[in-house]
């Protein structure tokens, strides 16, 4: 995997096609096929990808992030930032600024099962400067990273820049072919970073192997205005056979329906009618705005998917976020893994990557310290859904408090426990590069 080109990568003469230009690569003549070479090359502009990219540029290492769209608006993309997330922004020296941009701060999760409301998480505990789960829109959370990112001359953000295959030689990843609205591209990289989602193009072009542990269930996401009189709690609601979680996003609850897998086509042909009663059924306080739902497509399906690759690399070539293990929604823990994937790769790589000296053993390193948390997290994710949620969904009868839930209502300091899982989960990762260059 070591590269010889030094670290002033970015003066590449790139054939003179491309320059790099105020974090831009500015494609001159779109209809030459033309290539860059440069330190590491990321695939996706998601959680992962963008911290990876903000912690590798911030030790100096040349890095380019590739998003094949064109902004980071996206709906419903998942906007929780746990505790640990906000360590690291600590760490970084960024959480002011992080906190200054609105979001809303959820500090305790209960839950309405049957009709019995329980606290279940108390945050208030938690050995981190923040002791509470901020809500803020994904879009808002990548474009602060981004904003930081950019602040070091080693970073480019090519947005719009899907990439379409890998460039392999003797059985090496050496690059990716990727497309613009300007013409196709070919980037060179010591290093190729696949952190492009749960439909990684990267992990199928590579041919890495996937375990799938299966979901019973999909989750409809939708929003609904709030009332100052529907209370402040972000809270999951179960009665018999339906579960919805809700969470507060000022002024408008931010509702995750939980269906059976693949159900959506049946719900459709019963009525819109039909599944707003439904709602109403979980939820009584929102009968008087239900009728907000007047069509399907602000009604959004999320498949979900429960997988791990079983290998995260090959030569040039890991994988990391969703691209490398695909979380089940439960607990809201995707955007948070990935970000500590981006963390423990970027302290294992930056320094090996800056010196042209990263090898084989560095990649299975990742691996190794990030597969455990990963594992027991999705571990706990499935057991939940197939010991809970597939009984409350496939059932008709009155829900009755689970044992776990009847300890923590009887004995409330355990709920120390379900925040400590949630709020950091399993092997804290913390920033150990440097900031090598001050920013701009
Ligand atoms: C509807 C929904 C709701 C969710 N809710 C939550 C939640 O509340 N809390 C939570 O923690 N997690 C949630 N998740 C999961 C969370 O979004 C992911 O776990 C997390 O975003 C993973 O980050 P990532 O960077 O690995 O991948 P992603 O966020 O998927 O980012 C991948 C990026 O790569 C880009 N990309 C894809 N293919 C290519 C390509 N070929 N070339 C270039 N770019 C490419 C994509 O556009 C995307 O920007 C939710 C997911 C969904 C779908």
């Known amino acids: 995997m070591s590269g010889n080109s030094g670290n002033a990568i970015l003066k590449f003469p790139v054939q003179n096609e491309h320059e790099f230009e105020s974090n831009r690569i500015k494609i001159v003549n779109p209809n030459v096929r033309s290539h860059i070479r440069i330190r590491c090359c990321i695939a996706g502009g998601g959680p992962a990808g963008m911290m990876l990219g903000f912690l590798l540029a911030r030790a100096g290492v040349s890095v380019v992030v590739l998003e094949k769209h064109a902004d980071f608006l996206r709906d419903f993309r998942g906007d929780t930032i746990h505790p640990s997330t906000l360590e690291v922004m600590h760490e970084l020296g960024i959480l002011q600024d992080f906190l200054r941009r609105p979001h809303q701060e959820v500090r305790e999760l209960g839950g309405q099962i049957g009709d019995e409301y329980v606290s279940l998480v108390d945050f208030s505990h938690l050995p981190t400067h923040c002791r509470f789960l901020a809500l803020m829109p994904q879009w808002d959370f990548l474009d602060f990273l981004a904003s930081h990112a950019k602040r070091y001359p080693t970073f480019k953000l090519e947005m719009q820049g899907e990439v379409i295959d890998l460039l392999q030689e003797e059985g090496r990843v050496v690059g990716v072919r990727a497309k613009t609205p300007n013409g196709p591209f070919e980037i060179r990289a010591d290093l190729i970073i696949g952190a492009d989602g749960r439909h990684s193009v990267v992990r199928e072009k590579a041919e890495l192997k996937v375990d799938n542990f299966g979901a019973p269930m999909d989750v409809l996401w939708f929003r609904v205005s709030r009332q100052p009189s529907d209370g402040e709690q972000t809270l999951g609601r179960i009665v018999k056979g339906r579960m919805m979680v809700m969470l507060n996003r000022g ?4 509702c995750a329906y939980l269906i059976r897998k693949g159900d959506f086509e049946q719900i459709k042909q019963k009525g819109l009618e039909a599944f707003r009663d439904d709602i109403v059924s979980v939820t009584p306080f929102l009968r008087d705005r239900v009728d907000e739902l007047k069509a399907w497509e602000p009604i959004k399906l999320l498949t979900v998917l429960v997988d791990r690759l079983q290998k ?11 691209a490398a293990h ?7 823990v995707g955007i948070n893994l990935a970000i500590q994937d981006a963390v423990a790769a970027a302290n294992i790589l930056a320094d090996r990557l800056s010196r042209g000296t990263a090898t084989m053993v560095d990649l299975e390193r990742v691996q190794w ?3 455990f948390p990963t594992r027991v997290t999705q571990g706990v ?8 949620i597939q009984r409350i969904l496939g059932s008709n009868e009155q829900v009755r408090l689970p044992w776990p839930v ?8 355990l709920r120390r426990i379900p925040a400590r899982l949630l709020g950091v989960g399993f092997r804290a990762e913390h920033v150990r590069t440097p900031e090598v260059s001050s920013g701009r």
């Open 369 to 371: 310290r990030r597969e």
């Open 381 to 388: 994710q499935v057991f939940i859904q197939d010991r809970l």
């Open 406 to 413: 009847k300890l923590i209502k009887r004995w409330p300091f």
């Open 312 to 322: 995260w690399y090959r030569p040039g070539l890991l994988c990391i976020g969703d």
């Open 326 to 332: 695909a979380m089940s929604p439960i607990g809201g």
């Open 251 to 254: 002024d408008y609850w931010q």
